[in-house]
Each structure stands twice: as C-alpha cells, then as structure tokens.
T-cell receptor, first 115, second 115 residues
Framework: ETGVTQTPRHLVMGMTNKKSLKCEQH?????MYWYKQSAKKPLELMFVYSLEERVENNSVPSRFSPECPNSSHLFLHLHTLQPEDSALYLC??????????????FGSGTQLSVL | DQQVKQNSPSLSVQEGRISILNCDYT??????FLWYKKYPAEGPTFLIS?????DKNEDGRFTVFLNKSAKHLSLHIVPSQPGDSAVYFC??????????????FGKGTKLSVKP
C-alpha cells in the first residue's frame, strides 16, 4: 500500500459534468493538500487542510470544492469546469505544525481533461 | 511573479558525469529549501532539503548548496545515472505562520542522463 493514494488516475469530463477526485493517506499525517500542475507552470497550491479544518484556500474558483471528512481522506469535487482546468491534480500529506509545512508526500495524481 | 525560478527547463548529462540543477528565489524570508524528483505518471518524491542556517547538505550522490547572499541553490548529482532521469523541482518555504509556511515550487528541470 503506497503512502498516498489517488483515484482515479485519469479523468475525462465534459464542462457540465460533476465528478470527484479522491485521496487517501496511510501515513498518519495531520495535514493534506491539493496541488494543481499545469503544463509549463509551477505546482500551484490550491487547498490545505490541517486536522480536517481548511486553513488555506488560494483564491481557487468555486467550481472546485474540497472536502476533508477525516485526517486520512481528502476529496476534490468538480463541477462546471472549463477546458483551462485540464491539468494534473496532486494530493499530498505532511506531518508538521500548521503554517510550517514539512516535506510533502505526494500521490501519483489525477490527470484531468475537460472537454 | 514567480518566487522560485528554475530557468533551465531541461538538462542533458552523460552517465557518470556531474549533473548540476539550479534554482533562484526572490523572497529573502525563505528559510527552508527542498528538492523533489518526479518520474512520469508518478507524484513528486522528496529528495533532499537544506535549512538556511547551512550552506551545504549531502546525502549519498546528492548534494544541495545554498548561497543566501545570491538567493541561489543548486543540486549536484555525482555520478549521474540513467535512473536519475526525471523532472527535478525546487521548493522553498518561509518562516512559521500563515501562507508563508507553505511550499512554493519552481517549474522544474527535466534531467536526461544518457548511457
């Protein structure tokens, strides 16, 4: 069992669809993150959850809605996305103090294509 | 405005030689720096880190050098192996508190090590 597991690995969706990305960490960490990696751009931090509480929301459009039901699971709910939202979405976890990120452990990501 | 810059999108090195990957940053408040490696279809994995109180950190074939006055760090891989072929991301973090404590990533440098 890998440390951080993301499903699905690939997702193709239309602009009117609703879908969800799932992330599960088996490391006992207390913080979880969503990052977006677009072509030729740095990894962009989207959301941070610490002990199931959202502590960071980096001006992400409301068509992306995160959910963290417990410290091991993180979801990203998607609805009415745009083609420019096509990217690799990476989940990560870490063990550290809120506001002082220690090294991150990433999942393999979900490659999302919005048609 | 990018706070962490990796100006070389790609680097090609012969097996057995040294690979030097460079990273520049603009925020003088950054006090912790990390390198991640990413293979295709996998998430980034932590490689090595360095605190701003040091100027060098070594782990096997990997050495990170930090030049605070120049706001520059570099990753040296000696000797380079074909299995080192991957995208390398530089990341930086500010001191404790709020969004400063989150990791800021560069765009990455694709390293190709030729046999």
């Amino acid at each position: 069992e890998t440390g951080v597991t993301q499903t699905p690995r690939h997702l193709v969706m239309g602009m009117t669809n609703k879908k969800s990305l799932k992330c599960e960490q088996h490391l006992g960490h207390n913080a979880m993150y969503w990052y977006k990696q677009s072509a030729k751009k740095p990894l962009e931090l989207m959301f941070v959850y610490s002990l199931e509480e959202r502590v960071e929301n980096n001006s992400v459009p409301s068509r992306f809605s995160p959910e963290c039901p417990n410290s091991s699971h993180l979801f990203l709910h998607l609805h009415t996305l745009q083609p420019e939202d096509s990217a690799l979405y990476l989940c990560a976890s870490s063990q550290g103090t809120v506001g002082l990120t220690e090294k991150l452990f990433f999942g393999s990501g979900t490659q999302l294509s919005v048609l | 405005d990018q706070q962490v810059k990796q100006n070389s999108p790609s680097l090609s090195v012969q097996e057995g030689r040294i690979s030097i990957l460079n990273c520049d940053y603009t925020n003088s408040m950054f006090d912790y720096f990390l390198w991640y490696k990413k293979y295709p279809a996998e998430g980034p994995t932590f490689l090595i880190s360095i605190s701003s109180i040091k100027d060098k950190n070594e782990d096997g074939r990997f050495t990170v050098f930090l030049n605070k006055s120049a706001k520059h760090l570099s990753l040296h891989i000696v000797p380079s192996q074909p299995g080192d072929s991957a995208v390398y991301f530089c990341a930086a973090r500010g001191p404790y508190g709020g969004s400063q404590g989150n990791l800021i990533f560069g765009k990455g440098t694709k390293l190709s090590v030729k046999p």
